[in-house]
């Protein structure tokens, strides 16, 4: 999971690139990037670390330029300790291109192996975002000769990236010269939308994987860009579109839906709150159809995420709800922590219980969902030391079982609680006293009851059923081995961020 964000702007885009990325942290916060372009040349600035430690005032006076793109990344792919694979990325062959993606490619090694062998490209990191752009800049090749560019060039040169690569994608890039190119794959796994701000002096675009971004900077939402869609906004603020793959059809990521995205964003029309409601509404309906012997004084959500569901179950079971859990601001997301160790002390400095709420009750817990269990027996134990007599837990999604390839950092088996245990293996391993998750058919249906046509989803990390394919046994046990490789720890090199001043001549 990432963040991207494009921008062709009629003043500065650096403040706009900025406060986007801001409204896009939730989506990662290992490292983030900026490049501006000014007539030919690049501005780039990235580097380890929170947007706001990322980028000071002498960074951002040096990003020129009118049109730009911004990443914020957490590793699923790669090393999360180097700002070398910190994002977007840069090539300057046949033209010169950056480029930021939200996703992961599932047949990256054996690009890596074409760029090199066949295509006489050299891939300098472990990302596979750098194989995503070198496909692209020889895709471009291919198609021009190294001649001028047009958007119809662009376009057959995002066909070919999309027979060559599996995988998800969604991606923001910009061609030195030419414009802002953003394309996502046929399968529409990631989101990625787009927004245009009437000015005096025109027409502005913005890019981004999430609306909230739009919202915010006060541009209107036009629609979300469609699976195997390419746009190409050209300096002028000239806008182009074409469908560029084969039998694209929309399968959005139901984890969005549960977790990574902020509840304010619509995606693929949807209102992420909106499901999120649905999902409490229909944990309540299971709860009241084979459950009505537990016995719940109140409802109490685990933040942030899990918020709109559990005040919905609350609801309709007519339980009181209260918030036991207070958060600590100023800690980030424990799921998107890269150690194992980290994420669990972590826990304990996020929330703090508030014995008021728990002492002598029989308690249900809401959380989106159960990924490793860490946190989940963290957060349990706090409701036991706060007093509780009884501690329910319920999941507003299915039991997470198999690894996520498709850009979500659940690589391995081996950490997901789910993967070998049953309903009440889980359940004893959390130390609750009773556990809920819901049916994958009920939250695939929390989505399409708020648009009914709308009813694909990629939900491989519950049912192992891999949508965009070529995903064996053999690949998720080299992935494993490979990140498990990664994790060991590369050491954090001196310098932890990167300014480059690039200029491209025609």
Do not use: W
């Amino acid at each position: 999971m990432c963040g991207v964000l494009g921008i062709v702007a009629k003043s500065p885009a650096n403040q706009l690139l900025y406060d986007g990325l801001l409204m896009l942290q939730h989506r990662g916060q290992d490292a983030g990037g900026i490049v501006t372009a000014q007539g030919n040349t690049f501005h780039m600035h990235k580097g380890l670390g929170l947007v706001r430690d990322v980028f000071r005032t002498r960074n951002m006076r040096a990003l020129h330029g009118n049109m730009g793109i911004g990443h914020v990344r957490y590793p699923t792919a790669g090393s999360s300790k180097s700002p070398a694979e910190a994002q977007p990325f840069y090539v300057n062959s046949p033209f010169g291109i950056v480029l930021g993606h939200n996703g992961n490619l599932t047949n990256a090694e054996q690009l890596n192996q074409e760029l090199f062998r066949t295509d006489l490209r050299h891939v300098n990191t472990h990302s596979d975002s750098e194989v995503l752009l070198n496909v692209l800049a020889h895709e471009l090749q291919e198609q021009t000769g190294n001649c001028h560019l047009d958007p119809e060039t662009i376009f057959a040169a995002v066909s070919g990236v999309h027979r060559r690569c599996a995988g998800a994608y969604a991606v923001v890039a910009m061609i030195a010269g030419y414009g802002l190119l953003a394309f996502r794959d046929p399968h529409g796994i990631r989101p990625l939308v787009y927004g245009t701000m009437e000015t005096k002096k025109g027409t502005e675009y913005l890019i981004t994987s999430e609306s909230v971004a739009l919202d915010t900077l006060g541009f209107q939402l036009v629609r979300d860009i469609a699976p195997g869609e390419a746009i190409f906004i050209d300096e002028a603020g000239n806008f182009f579109s074409q469908q560029c793959a084969k039998n694209a059809s929309l399968n959005p990521c139901i984890f969005e839906y549960v977790y990574l995205a902020r509840p304010d964003s619509v995606i693929d029309g949807v209102s992420v709150y909106e499901t999120r409601l649905n999902m409490g509404e229909s944990l309540a309906e299971k709860i009241t159809r084979t459950m009505s012997h537990l016995d719940i004084d109140v409802v109490i959500p685990i933040p942030d995420s899990s918020r709109p569901s559990a005040l919905q179950l609350s609801n309709r079971l007519g339980v009181d709800f209260r918030e036991g859990f207070i958060k600590n601001r100023y800690v980030g997301r424990t799921f998107i922590m890269p150690g194992q160790q980290q994420r669990k002390k972590s826990v304990r400095q996020k929330l703090n219980a508030m014995s008021i709420e728990f002492k002598g009750k029989n308690v249900l817990l809401v959380d989106d969902s159960i990924v490793r269990g860490t946190t989940s027996r963290e957060i349990v134990q706090m409701a036991r030391d706060a007093g509780a007599n009884k501690i329910y837990f319920a999941s507003a999604s299915p039991p997470v079982r198999f690894p996520n390839v498709y850009g979500i950092d659940m690589p391995t088996r081996q950490e997901l609680i789910a993967a070998e245990r049953d309903t009440e293996e889980i359940c004893r391993e959390i130390g609750a006293d009773y556990l809920i998750f819901q049916e994958l058919e009920a939250l695939t249906h929390t989505v399409s009851k708020v648009k009914p046509e709308l009813s694909c989803f990629e939900t491989s990390c519950f049912n192992g059923r891999y949508i965009a394919g070529n995903v064996t046994a053999e690949y998720l046990e080299t992935l494993e081995t490979k990140r498990n490789g990664d994790r060991a720890g590369r050491q954090m090199p001196l310098k932890t961020q990167l300014d480059l001043s690039l200029t491209v001549s025609e």
